[in-house]
Every structure is written in structure tokens, then in C-alpha cells.
């Protein structure tokens, strides 16, 4: 199957729900740490993400959480290959787009988009909204003439409730709300199969917030798109996540469907961070037990030996220095990785070839 | 909580000239604070919640900023009415601040140790040596280990957390009587988050320091706050204890807010209620209710006049002409 596949095949996978639609398998991406005026050396190595295993279905949205430096922009960035990996596989329905350069790279990237965070520095200044949210189309020629491309341009800015009007005005006319809206617009373009939104909601004032959130989540159901969507705010990815891996220092520490996760979270880290989100109610605040951790996670640069989280943990052992532990099954599709867990040991394992934890 | 009065702010409008037209950034703000109370300020960005905060500390950027009305009552003492020497007293030493970026409000070539010493130093007489000490004291005190080495480190090397915990440090140090943390762990992760916030109450019950939190995180509020102040557009809309204005919010603001915000205690598949629209132009208000055009409730009258923020319910305060048909249903509560 090349990649000018019509885009009739890709309808075919995915009326078979159960395969999936991207896959990353074992992903690395490992940035070198440089020293030194033009003579540069090589004097460690900063593992952002460091052995990643992730799937995503057609039209699901899998949710990313983790405090910052755990490496989750860095895994939405390498899904669209905006970073190289330094090992791994991402594999778009079942085939492996890790090594595309060039021409297959960008049709290969007509199914993925991306929503940044920032609705100020992700829009070029100097381009109106209708330009912005027309270029995709330029690029992988999905117009045919004028009349077509504007017609086009007017239907994306419809859909993300700005009025085709607006297609003029350059981004500063527009509020954070707006811009985000715009952003939207232009991953949709090419209308892409999967969306990677890196805290498309966290610069936004919460009415703003709400807003933009129903219209991701509109946008999901009209044209059943799966989402990656990363973000540190637990409330948040809760009300739009069907699936929620949990990564800390690189690594996914626990992952499980929505309310697996949040409701029985196993590793002591979710746990933690569940804890550490208050709500809005005033009475229930005062009854709820709070997990607060002690220190900052560490450097990637240095990470602890063993578990990543064992320095911050509440419930770490010596063991955990020893043992790097693995993501195993706890029940129905949720998987924790700690050596304390009371499931750890019974878990079936996930494979022969992994079934001792590596001692370090 | 004593019921004796520390802050009347009465009647407080700071203004801001700017080149498309004058910026009622606080708009006729009047509040009380008790000692030792937690008074959370909440609203979205442009609402005033910061610029009163400066106003109290008389650090408006003037100009194009400007205090235009009011009083604000400290201690039984006016601040707009103090001299620049009388007012310096003050801050740090009665009213201390912790500010959003803790990386801008350090002097990033000072060491910590040299920034800790000067509030000691120039508000309670301390010398050097002792002053040190104490700062070292300081440090230990919110949770930053190796303080006597840390002294020595300049705010670049140490992470956002720490230079909270820093800013903390130097804002409690003469034990201020009133304490204003204004977005103080905004740009924090969420565990970081937590630790400051535990901090923060720590040491604020231990001194009987009355806290005024800004922010626009309900959650941050409804957990550490007593009462409530609600912002939009310059003014107090809603404002009364936290039970009051959480469980019974009587502004279509308010209820909106609680209404947008996803929680970890609502049904996991509720849909958000968002208000629509987006937050008016300051400098071109309507002459009614600024909120109008973004409110389910909106009457003709509401065009007409602003309401005033009058009495509901005994502490329980509110500025809307409809406050009787507006409630809250809460829907889908799993915990």
C-alpha cells in the first residue's frame, strides 16, 4: 500500500473498529546534551521519552497527562514526525511512517494535524485567518480552482464557529478564543484522520475554555476523528478522554480506559495527582485527603535508577532503585507500572521475551 | 477567625488611560477583610482581580494608571492617603506579595540569600548576620532543604517551585498581617501546585495572617478560601462565604463559571456549559450590566442601570436586577 492511497481504503479500516488507527511502538526520542564553543562534545543524553507504547483507535480520543518535562508534547510531536525518533515505530493504519522523508512524509501528513497550545505564536502574523486556514489546502492541492478553495475556506470557518467574514482579518484582530478556533480550522483542513491537540485549552480563560472543548468535542462526533489530546489539567482530559495514559519522566506510568483511571488509579503517582486537583465543591474539599509529593521530578538529564518516580514516591521501597518496572495489566484494559502493586506480581505478563524486569 | 476588620477597601475605581479610551480597569470596589480570613478573588483575565491587588499595594503603573476614588482602610489607616516613605513601611512589612512569574519578581543577579536579607533588614532592624540566619530559617520553613548552600544560589538555578517557595519566604518574613498571592501557582505543575498551597495555609494559620488569593481557578477557591469575591469587568458581582457563593451562587456569572469548568466530582460525561461569547471591551462598557450580553437572564432593565452589589442573604451579596430566578442545578454529582 503506498501512501497515495485513495481515501476510500482508509474508510475500510476504519469501519473495522477493532484495528487500529496509529500506533507507536517503543518509542524513543533522546536529545544529545551538547558542551562546548564551535568544538562541540556529547556529554549526556536527555531521554524525553523513553520506551513510549501507545494505540489509538478510529474516532476515540486518548487522553496524554503528565506534569511538565514527562515528555508528552514530545510523543504528540514525533506522532507528526515534528521530531525524529531515536528508536521506535509509529505505524499509521499498519504502516510504519517512521522513516518517510520528502513527498511521502507530507502526504502522510495530510491524515495527521496538530493544535498547539500557544493561539499566539502558532499563527503567522502576516497571514490573514482565511490564508491560515487555507494553506493546508494549497499544499496538498485538495482544491480545484478558486472559487472551490474559498468556498472551502469559508466551510472550515463556518465549522468552528467563526463567521466567513472574518477570513480577512490577521490574527492580532482576533481574542485567544478565536485564535484557538483558527488553529482548529487549519488542523482540519486537510481533514486528517488523527488530531494531535498539545493543551489546545490551557492558555484560555475558563468560559473561553468550556467553549472550545464542546467544539472539539462536536468536531469528534461530526466527522469521527481520534484525538490525541495532551494536557495537564486531570478535570479537563476526564470530560473528553476515552482512553488516559499517565506518563511521568518519559515514561508511561499507567494507562487504562477513562474511568478505570480515575476512578481505581493503582500507580501512586495518578493517585497523587488525582489528589492534588481540587474541585469546585467547598464541602467535599474539606473531607477530601490530599496526597501532597515532596520535591520536584527530577532531571531527565540524571534520572533515577529503577522506577523514575520512586524519588518523589510515597510508597517506595529499596527495590525500587533495582527494578525498573513495567507497564502491567491490572484489570480489563488498565496497566500501572509499579513494583508495589498488589496485581503486579500476579499480572500476567506481557510477553515472553520482557518477563523479568530488567535489573539495573 | 476574629471578626475584627484589617482591609476596608471603599469605593475603590483605578483607571487606566490608554490610547483607545479610558480603562475602568476597577470599577467602585468595596470589600471587607477580617484577620486571619482567606478571601478568594476570582474572575477571568481584564477583570480587575489584579489591579486591585496592586491598588492595595499602591503599585499601580503610574501612568497610564491611576487610583481615582476610594479608600483603602489598612489597620485602621488610609493607604491612598500615606506618603511614598509611609507606604514603603508597609509593603513587605504589614502586606507582603507573591506574584505569578517567580521568575521575573527575582532579581535574577542578587543571590537568594541577598534578596531575603533586605526586607529583614530594612523593615525589622536586623544586622547582616543575623539577618542571614534568619533567612536561612526562612528557607527551611518552606520546605527548601539545604537552605544554608541555597543562600548562595541565584534564582536561575533553582526550579519554579523552589522560587515560590523563595517568594513565600520573603513575603512572610517580617510576618506580615495580610498576605496577597496573586495567580502564586498558576504556572506550576498541578503536584507543585498542591505543595505551595499546603505551604501557603501552613504558615498563614501559624502567624494568623489574613491571605487574599487571585485566581481564576474555582478548585484553588473552593478548597482553601473562606469567602468569596466574584470579578467581572472591573467589578464585585457575587460575593459572600464560600458555601454561599458555591452552593447557591446568585449572579448568572458565577453560576456560568462553576458551569464551565469540568471537575473531578461531576459525571465524567456532563456536557460543559459554556457562557458564550467573550468578556467586553473595558474601555467601551454599556451602560447597564456589563455582563448582559453574555447572560441567560438579561431583562430590559438590565440595559437600562448597572445593578449595584446590595444585600441578599445576611454576608451574601449580589449585583443583578434577576438574582431571584437565578440558581444553579447541578447535574450528574458522582461523589
Redesign the interface.
Known amino acids: 500500500m503506498t501512501v497515495t492511497t485513495p481515501r476510500t481504503d482508509s474508510s475500510e479500516v476504519r469501519a473495522d473498529s477493532k484495528s487500529p488507527l496509529l500506533e507507536v511502538r517503543d518509542l524513543k526520542v533522546h536529545f544529545p546534551v551538547k558542551e562546548g564553543f564551535i568544538i562541540q562534545r556529547k556529554v549526556g543524553v536527555i531521554k524525553a521519552v523513553d520506551g513510549v507504547n501507545l494505540t489509538v483507535y478510529p474516532g476515540e480520543t486518548l487522553g496524554l497527562v503528565g506534569?511538565?518535562g514527562s515528555g508528552k508534547t514530545t510523543v504528540g510531536r514525533a506522532i507528526l514526525r515534528l521530531e525524529d525518533p531515536t528508536d521506535g515505530q509509529i505505524l499509521l493504519e499498519g504502516q510504519d511512517i517512521t522513516e518517510f522523508r520528502g513527498s511521502r512524509l507530507r502526504d502522510v501528513r495530510r491524515q495527521l494535524g496538530m493544535v498547539f497550545q500557544d493561539p499566539f505564536g502558532s499563527l503567522n502574523p502576516r497571514m490573514s485567518a482565511g490564508n491560515l486556514v487555507g494553506e493546508p489546502l494549497k499544499i496538498h492541492g485538495l482544491t480545484q480552482g478558486r472559487a472551490d478553495y474559498r468556498r472551502r475556506v469559508a466551510e472550515l470557518l463556518n465549522l468552528v464557529g467563526l463567521n466567513p467574514m472574518m477570513a480577512g482579518r490577521y490574527p492580532h484582530e482576533f481574542?485567544g478564543?478565536?485564535r484557538q478556533r483558527i488553529g482548529v480550522a487549519r488542523a482540519l483542513a486537510s481533514r486528517p484522520d488523527v488530531l494531535v491537540l498539545d493543551e489546545p485549552v490551557s492558555a484560555l480563560?475558563?468560559?473561553?475554555?468550556?467553549?472550545v472543548?464542546?467544539l472539539i468535542?462536536d468536531l469528534q462526533d461530526q466527522f469521527s476523528l481520534a484525538y490525541i489530546f495532551i494536557a495537564?489539567?486531570?478535570?479537563?482530559v476526564?470530560?473528553i478522554s476515552d482512553r488516559v495514559a499517565v506518563m511521568y519522566l518519559g515514561k508511561i506510568v499507567e494507562v487504562g480506559s477513562?474511568?478505570e483511571l480515575?476512578n481505581t488509579p493503582k500507580h501512586p503517582y495518578t493517585k497523587?495527582?488525582?489528589?492534588?486537583?481540587?474541585?469546585?465543591?467547598?464541602?467535599?474539599?474539606r473531607s477530601r485527603q490530599?496526597i501532597?509529593?515532596?520535591g520536584?521530578?527530577p532531571s531527565p538529564l540524571n534520572p533515577p535508577s529503577g522506577c523514575v518516580f520512586r524519588t518523589?514516591c510515597p510508597v517506595a521501597t529499596d527495590e525500587c532503585s533495582r527494578i525498573v518496572p513495567e507497564l502491567r495489566s491490572v484489570q480489563g484494559t488498565q496497566s500501572a507500572a509499579c513494583i508495589n502493586g498488589d496485581w503486579y506480581n500476579k499480572a500476567a505478563r506481557p510477553n515472553e521475551k520482557s518477563s523479568t524486569p530488567q535489573e539495573v | 477567625m476574629t471578626t475584627e476588620t484589617l482591609l476596608d477597601v471603599k469605593n475603590l475605581s483605578t483607571h487606566f488611560r490608554t490610547p483607545l479610551g479610558t480603562v475602568r480597569a476597577v470599577n467602585d470596589v468595596s470589600f471587607v477583610l477580617h484577620e486571619g480570613e482567606t478571601l478568594g478573588l476570582v474572575g477571568?483575565?481584564g477583570c480587575g482581580k489584579s489591579v486591585t491587588a496592586l491598588s492595595i499595594m499602591r503599585l499601580v503603573p503610574s501612568p497610564p494608571g491611576r487610583i481615582v476614588a476610594g479608600k483603602i482602610v489598612f489597620q485602621g489607616r488610609d493607604l491612598l492617603a500615606m506618603t511614598e516613605q509611609e507606604i514603603r513601611n508597609v509593603r513587605g512589612r504589614d502586606i507582603g506579595m507573591i506574584f505569578q512569574e517567580p521568575m521575573t519578581s527575582l532579581n535574577p543577579v542578587l543571590s537568594i540569600g541577598r534578596q531575603l536579607r533586605e526586607p529583614l533588614e530594612l523593615h525589622l532592624g536586623m544586622t547582616k548576620n543575623q539577618a542571614l540566619s534568619k533567612a536561612a530559617e526562612l528557607l527551611q520553613l518552606v520546605?527548601i532543604p539545604d537552605a544554608e548552600t541555597r543562600l548562595n544560589s541565584f534564582p536561575h538555578q533553582i526550579?519554579g517551585?523552589?522560587r515560590q517557595r523563595v517568594m513565600i519566604a520573603m513575603a512572610l518574613s517580617c510576618e506580615p498581617k495580610l498576605l496577597i498571592a496573586d495567580e502564586a501557582t498558576t504556572a506550576l505543575?498541578?503536584?507543585?501546585?498542591?505543595?505551595i498551597l499546603?505551604i501557603i495555609k501552613e504558615l498563614t494559620d501559624r502567624l494568623g495572617t489574613a491571605v487574599i488569593i487571585i485566581t481564576?481557578?474555582?478548585?484553588?477557591v473552593?478548597?482553601y478560601a473562606d469567602s468569596v469575591n466574584v470579578m467581572y469587568a472591573g467589578r464585585i458581582r457575587e460575593s459572600g462565604s464560600?458555601?454561599q457563593v458555591?452552593?447557591e451562587p446568585k449572579h448568572p456569572y458565577t453560576v456560568?463559571?462553576?458551569?464551565?469548568?469540568?471537575?473531578?466530582?461531576l459525571d465524567?460525561d456532563?456536557?460543559?456549559?459554556?457562557?458564550?461569547g467573550?468578556?467586553p471591551n473595558l474601555a467601551d462598557l454599556p451602560i447597564g450590566c456589563a455582563f448582559m450580553d453574555r447572560c441567560d437572564y438579561a431583562v430590559e432593565r438590565c440595559g437600562e442601570s448597572d445593578p449595584e452589589l446590595v444585600e441578599l442573604d445576611g454576608t451574601h451579596l449580589g449585583a443583578c436586577w434577576e438574582h431571584e430566578r437565578v440558581s444553579r442545578v447541578i447535574t450528574g454529582?458522582t461523589?
Open positions: 506534569e511538565s481574542s478564543g478565536q480563560d475558563v468560559s473561553i475554555q468550556a467553549q472543548i464542546n468535542k495537564h489539567d486531570l478535570s479537563v476526564r470530560n477513562r474511568d480515575y497523587a495527582l488525582l489528589s492534588a486537583v481540587p474541585t469546585s465543591d467547598p464541602v467535599l474539599e490530599r501532597v509529593l515532596e520536584d521530578i518523589r | 477571568e483575565s520546605g526550579s517551585g523552589q505543575d498541578v503536584t507543585i501546585q498542591a505543595q499546603e481564576h481557578n474555582l478548585g484553588v473552593a478548597r464560600l458555601d458555591y452552593r456560568g463559571l462553576l458551569n464551565s469548568v469540568p471537575t473531578l466530582d465524567a456532563i456536557r460543559l456549559e459554556p457562557i458564550r467573550e468578556i454529582v461523589v
